[in-house]
């Protein structure tokens, strides 16, 4: 009786190793098609952008030189990749502060429960997110331009004693970016905020409102403390995306007036794919755009440490 | 004195919403205008006669017909693919525990700070190897193949909340791996596929530097996006023409966000809270 037994439970044991390996099995099979997309779409492209970064190619031919750590130099070198560089890191800082704060209080403002209409602003706010950004862009050269909108209404309220060239103007051309990428990009980052609000347990409120607490008071003691978490995760959010912006200097400026608004993706693709330089120059291109993903993992790294430390530091 | 306040609170969001809209009002109302109104008052948002002589020279001259029909065939053919993957590999993540499930996850996650449109050069020259250069189909796969990690991880937190019996149910059935998948998990997660379809929908639709590489020339096989960026490029001044590609462009997505907001909205709002 008793080896029955146990010969019965030995078999259900081995059936269950089998299923247990089948499961996984299985498992893999259903990875399989992220894995294989992510290797050519993602993995691939990172690693072949370093040996590229080595070579002098045009891409027009197969033959390619190797030249080395040459490309990273000269990259190094030119003055037109720092400005580019330098306008990059503009165009976060322009934006940044309009994510964070102008967002929050839209947020702030429209996260009233009585609020009816609340839904409809927010979605008129959040519309210009869902369109296409080359298509806004190209839109926004002639609601910029010297007959268009803007400029026939700061003259006709007499803001303005003569229309501006905010695009054509090197000295306008980067805050009208700016402003036209923050208009675009609004929207999205106040559903974040609203997200974060609504996170907030209503109690809390009451609780202040018991002690007497007044509204500026509660913004500060409760809401500002406990959006905090993903308010780090909206500023890396906005930091790495803005880093990457290129449709809409692409289709607005071009990087112009005099590389006024050139940043680093339209500068590798002037290289890359453009005749504006000679052949094109995809190894050098590559290696502008190694430094500058370097750069931004770097800052994306050292801003999740430091929030990290951050909350290890609240938690003790 | 509170009805006060809150009228004026009121008229001044309205007023804030319609100078927020103005651009695309703009667009939609120059599309309509003749070319002579356009420039003796192109800034009116009525025309004083409606006209579709822009529309129909877009979609007729300037190819937008065409630009229409691919922007179509690449965000479904996007769509499917994203779907395809990301719903497999969320419900195994999110359901399953097996040996390097970890590593995925690290992979996967570590990868969103990694900005691709650096890396463009390879993924531009792999589509060149596989013979797929300035085809519809080297865009499609070069999207697919974008980082979808959020999509992956609102599949995984659905999945992972299902309770266990209902899966043991399907396997006394008989049911394999795959078919509890497809008939018993799949249809339960509607709404995560509503939010992935919809946002990678808009993001298809909207993307522009991939197809402009993968594009460069084949107008052919060109989206919107970047059909409307070549036509201006050719075209400087028929602004009536270019408003009306825009608005062939954006009075679609305008209209698929309208009508399915709410599954957008909560997609782009999990994907930060979790």
Known sequence: ?316 | MKNFRRTIFYIVMTAFCFVWIYPFLWMVSASFKSQNEFFENGLSLIPDNFTFENILRAWNEANFEQYFVNSVVITVGTMLIVFFTTSTCGYVLGRYNFKGKKSVYLLLIASMFVPMEFAIIPIYDLIKTMGLMNTRLGVILAESGGNHIIFILLFATFFSKIPKELEEAAIMDGSGFFRTFISVMLPLSKPVIGSVMIMQFIWSWNSFLLPLILTLNAPEARPLSVGLYALRGENIVDWTGIAAGGTIAIIPIIVIFLSLQRYFVEGIAGSVKG
């Open chain 1, 1 to 316: 009786m008793k080896e029955i037994i146990q010969t019965k439970s030995k078999v259900k044991i081995s059936s269950k190793k089998k299923t247990k390996w089948k499961t996984e099995l299985w498992c893999w099979v259903f990875l399989l098609p992220t894995l294989v997309l992510f290797a050519m779409f993602q993995g691939w492209p990172i690693v072949a952008s370093w040996y590229y970064a080595t070579l002098d190619w045009s891409g027009l031919t197969p033959d390619s030189t190797f030249v080395g750590m040459d490309n990273f130099i000269n990259v190094a070198k030119d003055p037109y990749f720092w400005n580019a560089f330098k306008n990059s890191f503009i165009f976060m800082l322009g934006t940044i502060p309009f994510h964070l704060f102008l967002a929050l209080v839209l947020a702030v403002i429209l996260h009233k429960p009585g609020l009816k209409a609340a839904n409809l602003f927010r979605t008129f706010i959040f519309l210009p997110v869902v369109t296409t950004t080359s298509i806004v862009g190209i839109i926004m050269v002639f609601i910029w331009g010297s007959d268009g909108s803007i400029n026939d209404t700061l003259v006709k309220i007499g803001f303005l004693d003569q229309s501006i060239n905010w695009l054509g103007d090197a000295k306008w051309s980067m805050f009208t970016v700016i402003l036209v990428s923050v208009w675009k990009n609004l929207g999205v980052n106040l559903i974040y905020w609203l997200a974060g609000l609504q996170s907030i347990p209503q109690e809390l409120y009451e609780a202040a409102d018991v002690d007497g607490a007044t509204g500026f008071r509660k913004f500060f003691h409760i809401t500002v403390p406990l959006l905090i978490p993903i308010g780090t995760i909206i500023l890396l959010l906005n930091v790495v995306n803005s880093l990457k912006a290129f449709d809409l200097i692409k289709t607005m400026t071009n990087g112009g007036p005099f590389f006024a608004t050139d940043v680093v993706s339209t500068y590798i693709y002037r290289y890359a794919f453009t005749s504006e330089m000679g052949l094109p120059q995809l190894g050098y291109a590559s290696a502008a755009g190694l430094f500058f993903a370097v750069t931004i993992v770097i800052i994306a790294v050292i801003q999740a440490v430091v929030t990290n430390r951050i909350k290890g530091g609240r938690n003790i």
